[in-house]
């Protein structure tokens, strides 16, 4: 999926959250990081992402992943592929979600549509 088929408000938003004077949703402490993957899940999954969904790669001809994921350990598989910081935009395109990694914990933003 290429960058204009995410609606414009999701990366608004986006830009919004990366702001250092930006609220999170979440934290979680980085020393827990046996514990980071099940906290991304759980958020996502309460913010309504659902299982299939886009997932923003960082690359330029292949920006957006179209993932499908059961309840294995796909968090820490897209962690592997992609890295720390994640947003996630839900099938339907009206949930977003991002995380991103500070210096000692990590952050998680949500919004609906």
């Not at 402490?29 to 790669?57: L, M, N, P």
Request: glycine fraction near 4%.
């Amino acid at each position: 999926m290429q960058d204009d088929e995410i609606p414009d408000w999701v990366r608004l938003k986006v830009s919004e959250w990366m702001r250092s004077d930006s609220s999170p949703d979440s934290r979680i402490d980085d020393e827990v990081q046996d514990k980071v993957d099940r906290w991304i899940e759980k958020f996502a999954h309460d913010s309504g992402v659902g299982k299939r969904f886009y997932c923003r790669t960082g690359l330029v001809f292949f920006p957006w992943l179209d993932c499908e994921v059961d309840d294995g350990d796909w968090v820490r598989e897209l962690r592997l592929a992609i890295g720390n910081d994640l947003v996630i935009v839900s099938r339907d395109k009206k949930v977003a979600v991002a995380f991103f990694r500070e210096e000692y914990e990590y952050l998680a933003f949500s919004m609906a549509q």
